[in-house]
T-cell receptor, first 110, second 113 residues
Framework: EDQVTQSPEALRLQEGESSSLNCSYT??????LFWYRQDPGKGPEFLFT???AGEEKEKERLKATLTKKESFLHITAPKPEDSATYLC???????????FGAGTTVTVRA | GAGVSQSPSNKVTEKGKDVELRCDPI?????LYWYRQSLGQGLEFLIY????????KSGLPSDRFSAERTGGSVSTLTIQRTQQEDSAVYLC???????????FGPGTRLTVL
């Protein structure tokens, strides 16, 4: 069974204080690893898909990286508007389902 | 372009009543998914549609839950004889294909009193 573990559960940052979120996974053949952002009261918003170890993707202050066992979401010089819950999900190569982690809630203080 | 829309945004019902939740996927997306998100919990997969067919209904929590999709577009999730444990946010997502990113709607918050 696919498993996704995200850490830490919560992260409080000062504006400008860079940090990283971790997503550890076990899957029988990775098709893709997905990162989403979820604001309170809203549905998850798609950020990135990573397909193979060594791949990196960037969007504004966010950078996602992938190894064979984990993915990191780096937040560089965060702003208060980066406050949200960040969700990681994996899809096995022979499955249509996404298995989601519980998320990391990031709070950025001005 | 228009994203995934869901209605109603909020639904309060009494225990034992039936409810219908609606999802309008992104135009052209053949795959549609329903998830449930309870307070403090992760996303729980409920059902998946490819076109109008639901190949996998194994995520539905009980036989009180059913879903259909018509015209390869709009989907309805029906919960019969609602229970308090059904209270959650019900999220719908769609994708071009099963290996493409899912795009989520805003969700329907269901409260069963």
């Amino acid at each position: 069974e696919d498993q996704v573990t995200q850490s830490p559960e919560a992260l409080r940052l000062q504006e400008g204080e860079s940090s990283s979120l971790n997503c550890s996974y076990t899957v029988s053949g990775l098709r893709g690893l997905f990162w989403y952002r979820q604001d309170p009261g809203k549905g998850p918003e798609f950020l990135f898909t990573l397909y193979s170890a060594g791949e990196e993707k960037e969007k504004e202050r966010l950078k996602a990286t992938l190894t064979k066992k984990e993915s990191f979401l780096h937040i560089t010089a965060p702003k208060p508007e980066d406050s949200a819950t960040y969700l990681c999900a994996v899809q096995a190569s022979d499955d249509y389902k996404l298995s989601f982690g519980a998320g990391t809630t990031v709070t950025v203080r001005a | 372009g228009a994203g995934v829309s869901q209605s109603p945004s909020n639904k309060v019902t009494e225990k034992g009543k039936d409810v219908e939740l609606r999802c309008d996927p992104i135009s052209g997306h053949t795959a549609l998914y329903w998830y449930r998100q309870s307070l403090g919990q992760g996303l729980e997969f409920l059902i998946y549609f490819q076109g109008n067919s639901a190949p996998d209904k194994s995520g539905l929590p009980s036989d009180r839950f059913s879903a259909e999709r018509t015209g390869g577009s709009v989907s309805t999730l029906t919960i019969q004889r609602t229970q308090q444990e059904d209270s959650a946010v019900y999220l719908c997502a769609s994708s071009l294909g099963t290996f493409d990113p899912r795009y989520f709607g805003p969700g329907t918050r269901l409260t069963v009193l």
